[in-house]
């Protein structure tokens, strides 16, 4: 199946918000072709198992922490023949008034990533997109909870200034986990109790984690 039609800002003073979440566990599931409005994206990330993305005929096996990017107006559909437990976030254009964060002005304050939606033509996958795991969980909260937009507008455009940040890096996996565990420490400082808390934060082996941060 051939498919191309790169993403669109329909209306740049618009933003994107969260309009339909779905976090499961899909075991033996096989699912149709859909589509999602012009304009939409669709964030799917891996927490635990396998899976395959089918985008217009193009195949992506995923696997846990892998961030799958849909341009939802593609015909799309998950294919999980084991076990795999997905987040899956639809963004649609919508009009918000008064808007804080238009698509306009934050491509015009991040040119990257208005390359980012120029290529978005099917899909893309993040491997790594352990870092913003709890960002895309904020914004199922709060959609699921308060639904406070504005709030939700900042939330949703601070994940896609980390999508792009992420596509970018140039980083070493070595370098990332450092930097992730500096990270961990600064914020967790008086909290943390031992150095499995950190292990199992960043998904490595604590002997591994020591020696690279040594380094």
């Known amino acids: 199946m051939a498919y191309e039609n790169a993403y669109q800002i ?3 003073d618009c933003v994107l918000l969260p309009e339909e979440i779905c976090y499961m566990n899909w075991q033996k599931y096989y699912m149709d072709y859909h589509q999602h409005p012009a304009g939409s994206i669709e964030f799917n990330y891996i927490v635990e198992g396998t899976c395959y993305y089918d985008i217009a005929g193009e195949i992506y096996n995923l696997k846990k922490r892998n961030l799958m990017i849909v341009n939802g107006n593609t015909p799309h559909k998950l294919i999980s023949p084991d076990s795999c437990i997905n987040m899956s976030i639809n963004y649609y254009q919508s009009e918000l008034t008064p808007s804080i964060g238009t698509l306009s002005a934050l491509v015009k304050a ?6 980012f939606f120029q290529h978005l033509n099917t899909g893309l996958v993040i491997q790594n ?3 913003i795991f709890h960002l895309l969980e904020e914004i199922c909260n709060e959609t699921n909870n308060k639904k406070d937009p504005y709030y939700l507008n900042i939330l949703v455009n601070k994940a896609l200034i980390e999508v792009v940040r992420l596509l970018s890096a140039e980083k070493s996996p070595t370098d990332t986990y450092v930097e992730q565990i500096k990270n961990y420490i600064n ?3 008086f909290s943390i109790e031992n150095i499995d808390e950190i292990a199992s934060y960043v998904a490595l082996n604590k002997v591994y984690l020591q020696k690279i941060f040594r380094e």
Do not use: E, M, Q, V
Request: include cysteine.
């Open 10 to 12: 329909t209306n740049p």
């Open 110 to 115: 991040y040119p990257c990533l208005g390359t």
């Open 129 to 131: 997109a352990r870092n």
């Open 187 to 189: 914020y967790h400082f």
